[in-house]
């Protein structure tokens, strides 16, 4: 059978990992995986002990959690997966909907190229194997907002299998060591988005909208490796972090774009493994770490409690902080897939297997794609620690707030401050204040030229770091002064008059004689609180460390 027609499409393209503290991280030994069913079906786990164990109190048994995830994401492309009809968040109700979308008869599918080049693309970045034939069929299941009573998506052989994911978390108090951990994938599959249904509890009816039926997802299924919600969290930013940096995916979890089921169980160490359920269409990477381990904690109490754990579906109710049944487990009997008759099967060549003379439009090569693959996220953290000699915790922070790393860069390119100090300067100060005023990084009054120039000043010694902090303060009040004219007006520039300075030092040394003595028997604090007292005179236009040469002479004399 022929390789189906492909339809092309322009690329889209869009950007986010997280550090935890895994001070209380699970030890984890090997399982095995379980098969993906669609965006409302059911994942049939096939697990193996994860060496996991919930901390106990005294006298009772261990429990090992096993989490698995199947993510979807939608592809960043201008069209749905087989039809033209655009792609386009908030459009109104049903304005993107063409013939096929709304399965009126007659109509048929045609393969989007580009949603085909960012599954093999995501496939080679997650260290797939690429299948060269794949196949699409239909999976049954009838709900109102998917008009076909089908979905079409591929079952049984997807178009990348068996790779892995690897991502890093950060442990200890001060998050100084980095452990790196791997979980599988099992698959990638192409498959249609569903429509929304808009329930309106006011006039107790539901209202469709099938813009979003028929956009291309990418079905990730990551093998149930992972044992608490802090790990499965991390895994997903990395994933989003990933999809970003190819472009195959804006990866948006506010928009719908990244949406992630769970299936998890517990047991007891060296038993069989437990019931599991799954927990559906999370949409933060947060939540979906409060869900997991509410679950874990849930099935652990129902089990100690006598209870059985029923094999069901749930949803997470963030206002409560709990789980909630939504329905008993669809059977994968219940979905009657077949193979799709409309659509042949998909067939990718790499260099040597390439048909001599083939349309370049017709056919993918899988060495091509590979040829573009960007720098990936791992890449990217491990670039910035020897470059700039960051920490690798820090490295983490820049890429994981969208445009901080390329904020950070070009306050690098303009100013002569240490990398450090920019770092400290971009990641606690910069940062801290757009998360205070819930902003972006795009939104932010404060350019990277305007903070460079700042640091210029406090690299120049012009300004204390106190009155550097104050110089910041007044750029989100004041939107279009310079760091140089706030400083100027406000007189905020460090006293280059030493003798002025040496008589107020002895000023406040006379003022407090108590402190004087405790600085001469020892006490380190003392002149730290020397120090401060000279500071608040001056409005912080001192220099502390000329302050201590000379308070230690004046001490010494």
């Known amino acids: 059978m022929a390789a189906p027609m492909l339809r092309g499409c322009c690329l889209g393209r869009c950007w986010a990992l997280a550090c935890i503290d895994s001070s209380s991280r699970h030890g984890r030994g090997a399982a095995t995986g379980f098969t993906s069913s669609g965006k409302r079906g059911q994942s049939f786990v096939a697990q193996q002990p994860l060496l996991t164990a919930q901390k ?132 990638i599959q192409l498959e249609q988005d569903s429509g929304k249904s808009l329930h309106d509890e006011l006039r107790s009816q539901t ?56 299936n998890i169980s517990v047991h007891h160490p060296g038993e069989p493994l437990g019931v599991r359920t799954e927990v559906k269409n999370l949409n933060s990477a947060r939540f979906l770490a409060r869900a997991i381990d509410y679950e874990i904690q849930r099935q652990i109490n129902e089990l100690e409690n006598g ?16 789980t909630v049944p939504m329905r008993d487990k669809e059977g994968k009997q219940d979905y009657r897939f077949m193979p799709e008759p409309n659509l042949p099967p998909l067939l990718l060549y790499d260099t040597a297997s390439l048909p001599a003379g083939a349309d370049p439009q017709q056919v993918i090569n899988i060495d091509r794609i590979r040829e573009q693959l960007p720098e990936l996220p791992s890449e990217t953290r491990e670039k910035l620690i020897q470059q700039y000699g960051i920490l690798p915790e820090h490295s983490f922070a820049l890429l994981n707030e969208v445009g901080l790393l390329e904020f950070f860069q070009n306050v690098i390119k303009e100013t002569r401050a240490e990398p450090k100090k920019v770092t400290s300067w971009v990641l606690n100060i910069f940062l801290g204040f757009l998360k205070q005023r819930n902003l972006a990084v795009n939104e932010s009054p404060v350019t990277p030229s305007v903070l460079a120039e700042l640091l210029n000043l406090l690299d120049r010694k012009v ?38 300075l040496e008589r107020v030092c002895h000023a406040v040394m006379e003022g407090h004689p108590q402190v004087v003595m405790d600085t001469k028997r020892g006490n380190p604090r003392a002149i730290n609180k020397l120090i401060g007292l000279v500071r608040k005179v001056t409005h912080n236009r001192a220099d502390p460390t000329v302050i201590k040469e000379i308070l230690e002479k004046q001490l010494s004399s």
């Open 463 to 500: 300004i204390s770091s106190a009155a550097a902090k104050q110089v910041f303060e007044e750029l989100w009040r004041s939107k279009g002064k310079t760091p140089s004219q706030i400083v100027s007006e406000r007189k905020l520039e460090l006293m280059q008059d030493e003798e002025a």
């Open 56 to 187: 106990s109190r005294k006298g009772e048994h261990k429990w090992a959690a096993v989490v698995g995830l199947e993510i979807h994401a939608q592809i960043a492309s201008n069209s749905k997966l087989f039809s033209g009809s655009q792609v386009h968040f908030a459009a109104p109700p049903n304005s993107l909907v063409s013939f096929f979308d709304a399965s009126l008869p007659g109509t048929l599918p045609v393969l989007n190229r580009r949603c085909v080049e960012a599954a093999v693309m995501t496939g080679l970045a997650l260290n797939c194997h690429i299948n060269k034939k794949s196949l699409f069929d239909r999976k049954h299941y009838f709900y109102a907002d998917l008009p076909a009573g089908y979905q079409i998506t591929q079952q049984r052989l997807p178009i990348a299998v068996n790779g892995s994911l690897a991502y890093s978390v950060c442990v200890g108090k001060k998050w100084r060591q980095v452990i790196t951990k791997t979980v599988r994938i099992k698959q």
């Open 207 to 262: 209202l469709i909208d099938l813009n979003r039926a028929g956009v291309g997802l990418l079905e990730v299924v990551l093998e149930p490796d992972m044992s608490c919600g802090e790990e499965a969290a991390t895994a997903v930013r990395e994933l989003q972090l990933i999809l970003q940096a190819l472009g195959t995916s804006q990866a948006n979890m506010a928009e719908g774009q990244l949406r992630v089921d769970a």
């Open 307 to 322: 209870c059985e754990i029923l094999n069901e579906t749930r949803s997470f109710d963030y206002k409560l902080g709990c």
